[in-house]
């Protein structure tokens, strides 16, 4: 007996996917999901925050 395959929700669009190798585009239900990711990403939509440490800015930069 098979364990129950996981079901996840598309990140672009929330519709379910099963969490199998059969699921070509996963997480993404389709390639079409994986690519508007991907074209959000290229473009600077998403972004990682980043905390800038005042001691690697430049002396100019520094307030000091």
Known sequence: ??????????????????????????PFCSERCKLIDLGAWASDR?????????ESAPPDERGS
């Open 1 to 26: 007996m098979q364990p129950a395959a996981r079901v996840v929700a598309c990140p672009q669009c929330s519709k379910s996917v099963e969490w199998t190798p059969a699921a070509k585009w996963r």
């Open 46 to 54: 998403y972004r990682v925050p980043v905390a800038e440490d005042s």
